[in-house]
């Protein structure tokens, strides 16, 4: 496991830009709760870390598709899923292991 953030570096409904082995990997605080995804929207490969995050979903700026939080899949298509890592988070530091 690797540190890759501190949980104050993401604001609560904010996203956070990381790259580890040149993986582009974004860290969403949602409501606290901390999860790391491949940024790379599944569609068309844009960027995670620059989308809205709404009530339960993050919606892609690029072609507007949205993604069910806890999931982690596409909304409309739950067979159309988000690469998620595993995370750790001890005394406010972000592990992730790849």
């Known amino acids: 496991m690797k540190k890759i953030a501190r949980v104050e570096d993401i604001p609560v409904g904010g996203t956070k830009l990381v790259f580890m082995n040149d993986t582009p990997i974004v860290l969403l605080n949602i409501k606290g709760k901390i999860q790391a995804w491949d940024n790379r929207c599944p ?29 982690a899949c596409a909304v409309a298509n739950s067979d159309i899923k988000v690469k998620t890592f595993y995370l750790k988070v001890q005394d406010g530091d972000i592990f992730i292991q790849i």
Do not use: P, V
């Open 43 to 71: 569609h068309r490969g844009a960027s995670l870390a620059d989308g809205n995050i709404l009530e339960s979903t993050i919606q892609c700026k690029f072609h507007l598709w949205e993604f069910d939080i806890e999931l």
